[in-house]
């Protein structure tokens, strides 16, 4: 009987957690407030109430169930050409400024924290120096911060989990061992790291690619781009390499190689999967954030509550101005290296951009779950010094920015005059004027082949294309036109739901079958989604 009400107990607690996750997502979404603040609040409010079951975050569970699908899927959405133009600036940040926000929290905390040295500092300093962009980013793309910022950001988020882990692998070795790595062992270590996960990650990569050329079936495919993080991050571990740069190389390879593999249907399916899968992973751990405040406090004793109180301030604050101090001096050492020695046309960040992105410092769900993570023993046997004070300390600042930092961003982007629209670019617009027109140009081809045999045809498809293109066309020279597409739409979306309600109306009557019904629906919900992207 026992573990069956283990098992029930285990069910009631995730099933909590989902309808916790709907509700609050919901809210959320209801308040124009990204969902990690208010889930993250929403868990902190949930875990003093009396009777809501105690569900402890498990730091294996993240890094090895969550961390690598999150990492891909992040990976998948970062624009390969973007990330190699910026790659100055994403560096200076994922390596430049995690080595600062160490060193910094190192040296501010021996002075702050009674029994802090250098070397607990370090491992304060590694966990809290990973940021999480899910919020920073929502807010900026609803805005319409800059794109170059928002490519800069994810890319940050995505990279600086590694260097971070890495970091705090060097700090443990501080710690637990009472042993300090030399220069050159720290080189070689990093070396091996990055260019064994990079490279294992690629070749994992290129056999999923092999496997996805001989497969054309959604749920097969689903499942195995399930798989793929998941292979590429225990490979990499099992040969001590960073899991974490093995699923980004192979995340972002997969997402080039894709439009060669994925047939449409196939690629409709996978991207509704993922979108799906990564918001329910990112929301259960940000409501799971949220929970572990009472277990936290429960394991520090020896200090007040206000005393903790004024410990977590003082720290997060100081996080918080490690990252501005930064990047001021290391967004115009980054601009003069992609100007002088690369001779990218890049303008010189305004103060206010720079200000902006050093208020996106945002921590999330790795910076908790590595301070978890720290071992309870010493090599010696002895406790790990001040092991729930640095747990509180990367609570609090989790705590802090998400909710401080995110909910004072949007005001902040339109008080410094940042926010714009989100329309489209003009990239865009020249993209898909050239698609419309080489689709012309190769329909015109056809029809004098075809002669007049099929002139309805040729008539019907040109004037669908000539539509699109008036779309693209200036307003105050084309508003004739651009009414005639809006109305044009509108007849269109009208007649597919009269088509929807009368085979639904048939499948009721007893005339049409469920399995030709979803056939059909299928059908018009393609046709539906092509007619929502014509502008």
Known sequence: MQPNSWISEVELVFLLLLLFVVVFAWLAKKLGTPYPIVLVIAGLLLGFIPGIPKVTLDPDLIFLVVLPPLLYAAAWVTPWREFKFNFVSIFMLAFGLVGFTVLGVAEISRWVFAGFDLRLGFVLGAVVATTDAIAATSIAKRIGLPQRIVDILEAESLVNDATGLLALDFALAMVVEGRTPTVGEGLLRITYLTVA????????????????????????????????????????????????????ACGMYMSQKSAHFFSPNVRIQILAVWDSITFV????????????????????????????????????????????????????????????????????????????????GMRGVVALAAAISLPEK???????????????????????????????????????????????????????????EAALERLRAEQERDGQEFQEVYDEIEERYRHRLAALAEHDSESEELAHLARYKQLLQELIRIERHTAVSLRNEGRLNDE????????????????SLIA
């Open 378 to 436: 010493l090599a010696d046997g002895s406790d790990f010094p001040h092991r729930n004070l640095t747990i509180f300390l990367t609570f609090s600042v989790i705590l802090v920015t998400l909710v401080l930092q995110g909910l004072t961003l949007p005001p902040l982007i339109r008080l410094l005059g940042l926010a714009g629209l989100t329309g489209r670019s003009k990239e865009e617009e020249d993209a898909r004027r050239a698609m419309i």
């Open 516 to 531: 030709v019904l979803r056939q059909i629906e299928h059908e018009l919900d393609l046709s539906e989604i092509r007619l």
């Open 281 to 360: 992973l990112n929301s259960l751990v940000f409501m799971l954030i949220g929970l572990q405040l009472p277990f936290v406090l429960a394991g520090i004793r020896e200090y007040s509550l206000s005393q903790l109180l004024r410990y977590g301030a003082l720290f997060s604050a100081a996080v918080i101005l490690l990252r501005l101090i930064w990047m001021f001096p290391g967004a115009r050492i980054a601009n003069l290296i992609r100007r002088k020695l690369l001779h990218q046309d890049v303008p010189v960040p305004s103060v206010r951009q720079i200000f902006v992105v050093g208020w996106t």
């Open 197 to 248: 996960g990079l490279v294992l990650g690629l070749l994992v990569g290129r056999i999923a690619e092999w496997l996805e050329h001989r497969i054309d079936d959604g749920p097969i495919e689903i499942v195995l781009s399930v798989l793929i993080p998941y292979a590429a991050y225990l490979a990499a571990e099992t040969i001590h390499a960073s899991g974490v740069l093995a699923v980004v």
